[in-house]
């Protein structure tokens, strides 16, 4: 059974720095796409970042591009977001997710950690 667990989050003042944790487990992810959403409250969960789990692709939304970096450590099975230059617009809860590489669907998802930038 595929577990994602999401750690790191909190508040922060705007300009700040955050770098969430997935702790991923379950299953070899060897061929799949690990990601990063977001939903804030009252809007629809939006992509922020995903990371291949075989080659160095990443992608990412362009609302966090440049301020976001996606990493992961295979050998541990964790995924990172670091979030630099924080605004109060970045305020929501951020999950984890896995695909299979080629599909469009993300079937896995951990429980989200709540990130607040202040003002």
């Known amino acids: 059974q595929v577990q994602l667990v999401e750690s790191g989050g909190g508040l922060v003042q705007a300009g700040g720095s955050l770098r969430l944790s997935c702790a991923a487990s379950?299953?070899?992810?060897?061929?799949?796409?690990m990601g990063w959403f977001r939903q804030a409250p009252g809007k629809e969960r939006e992509f922020v970042a995903a990371?291949?789990?075989?080659?160095?692709?990443?992608a990412y939304a362009d609302s966090v591009k440049g301020r976001v970096t996606i990493s992961r450590d295979n050998a541990k099975n964790m995924v990172y977001l670091q979030m630099n230059s924080l605004k109060p617009e970045d305020t929501a809860v951020y999950y984890c997710?896995?695909?299979?590489?080629?599909?469009?669907?993300?079937?896995?998802w951990g429980q989200g950690t709540q990130v607040t930038v202040s003002s």
């Open positions: 379950g299953r070899t992810f060897s061929g799949y796409v």
């Open positions: 997710a896995c695909r299979l590489l080629g599909r469009n669907v993300y079937n896995y």
């Open positions: 990371i291949s789990w075989n080659d160095p692709s990443t």
